[in-house]
């Protein structure tokens, strides 16, 4: 139920890399570079991270200098990481012409053959665009064009691998107010509308009706059942809903609709149960709910002012941990159950403003982070405490 207008604590993207705990005597990081690029340089917005065949770290980014996608692939050694880069899409060619802007709300996955999909926006055609790497290099195209008079869709992409081995995309059709879903077919991605949403109509209060818009913050799943679960924002309404499919039909749940909530969610479906974690706007805390993906409890994990944005949720056995902004102090914080309690920690931060779009992958039983630095306009990644 929407009844306040919340806060916006707005996520930026990807660029380089910090190693935690490299110090060398004077107490200050050493940053590990995920790429050098000259300077002036912002590199990683929209940051998307996953782990290879090999367990290397993988990251995808939106290369703000050069309005092209990124791709960089580490190698973990000891306390540090070294990565080699590579230009996926749209960065300027040998004559120096740009040939569009390509890259943002980029989201990776690698299929059951080990290749590597991403889906991001065109920006510069207001489409959801992939791209694809085999043995012949990176492809591209485009996966859908949204379903308004005039494209403005690929917000907020979101990629799983479904049951049968095939990419699936979801994605924020700000043309229309949509969510939206493009399935891989076997030589193109089919788009169809999952939730269009509903007009807002505040009856007796005096205030007028709010359009239906509904699909930020997208987030897709694939659960152990072959069903997808989706968890995004419904503007109108002000509230966190899920949707849970079979490939062609969908059920859509309401998780929680206390006041303005349910911007920045991250999904997660283990042991039979669904985690949602997400922000509550109206109050600026973070929240988790868990549920049979019907019905859902809810609790608030950190209570502390303007957190809550950013969210990176996995689940160890029956313990949720999660990633999360400070928007206060601009800081990456973590918050792991251990039994019926929360212990909340910083992560990083002190010295620069970190935890903008917050990733979580593990690798030979070591958890990591990646995030955006802000301050320095690269990745930060680096082994969670």
């Given at each position: 139920?929407?009844?306040?207008?919340?806060?916006?604590?707005l996520g930026i993207g990807v660029g380089a890399t910090g190693c935690k705990g490299c110090e060398d005597g004077s107490g200050e990081e050493k940053p590990t570079v995920v790429s050098d690029p000259p300077d002036p340089h912002d590199v990683g917005s929209w940051l998307t991270m996953k782990a290879d065949s090999k367990g290397n770290p993988v990251v995808a980014y939106y290369d703000r200098t050069s309005d092209g996608l990124g791709y960089a692939v580490g190698k973990v050694s000891g306390s540090g990481v070294t990565w080699v880069t590579e230009e996926v899409d749209s960065y300027p060619d040998e004559n120096g012409l740009n040939p569009g802007d390509a890259g943002r709300y980029a989201s990776m996955s690698f299929d059951n053959e080990a290749v590597p999909w991403i889906v991001y926006q065109d920006t510069t055609n207001g489409t959801l665009k992939y791209a694809r790497k085999d043995d012949g290099g990176w492809s591209s195209a485009m996966a859908d064009v949204g379903g308004g008079a005039k494209s403005d869709a690929?917000?907020?992409?979101?990629?799983?691998?479904?049951?049968?081995?095939?990419?699936?995309?979801?994605?924020?059709?700000?043309?229309?107010?949509?969510?939206?879903?493009?399935?891989?077919t076997g030589d193109k991605f089919q788009g169809a509308i999952v939730?269009?949403?509903?007009?807002?109509?505040?009856?007796?209060?005096?205030?007028?009706t709010i359009p239906g818009n509904t699909g930020e913050y997208a987030k897709i799943t694939i659960g152990d059942d072959g069903k997808e679960y989706i968890a995004y924002y419904d503007r109108a309404w002000g509230a966190l809903r899920l949707a849970v499919g079979n490939g062609t039909?969908?059920?859509?749940?309401?998780?929680?609709?206390?006041?303005?909530?349910?911007?920045?969610?991250?999904?997660?479906?283990?042991?039979?149960k669904v985690y949602i974690a997400y922000q509550d706007?109206?109050?600026?805390?973070?929240?988790?709910?868990?549920?049979?993906?019907?019905?859902?409890?809810?609790?608030?994990?950190?209570?502390?002012?303007?957190?809550?944005?950013?969210?990176a949720l996995w689940v160890d056995?029956?313990?949720p941990g999660i990633l999360y902004f400070d928007g206060v102090n601009n800081d990456q914080k973590l918050a792991r159950k251990d039994g019926a309690a929360?212990?909340?920690?910083?992560?990083?931060?002190?010295?620069?403003?970190?935890?903008?779009?917050?990733?979580?992958?593990?690798?030979?039983?070591?958890?990591f982070s990646a995030c955006?630095?802000?301050t320095t306009r690269e990745i930060w990644f680096a082994a969670l405490p």
């Open positions: 139920m929407r009844i306040a207008v919340g806060l916006l604590l690929g917000y907020w992409a979101s990629l799983a691998i479904d049951k049968d081995g095939n990419p699936v995309a979801v994605h924020y059709d700000k043309g229309r107010g949509d969510l939206r879903i493009a399935r891989w939730d269009e949403g509903s007009d807002y109509d505040p009856a007796d209060s005096g205030l007028e039909s969908f059920n859509i749940v309401t998780v929680d609709d206390d006041g303005d909530v349910g911007q920045w969610p991250d999904v997660v479906v283990s042991g039979g706007v109206t109050q600026g805390h973070l929240k988790l709910a868990v549920g049979s993906g019907s019905s859902f409890e809810v609790e608030v994990v950190d209570a502390a002012a303007y957190t809550g944005a950013d969210t056995g029956s313990s929360w212990k909340i920690e910083t992560v990083t931060g002190s010295e620069s403003a970190r935890g903008y779009h917050n990733e979580s992958i593990e690798v030979d039983g070591k958890r955006y630095d802000y």
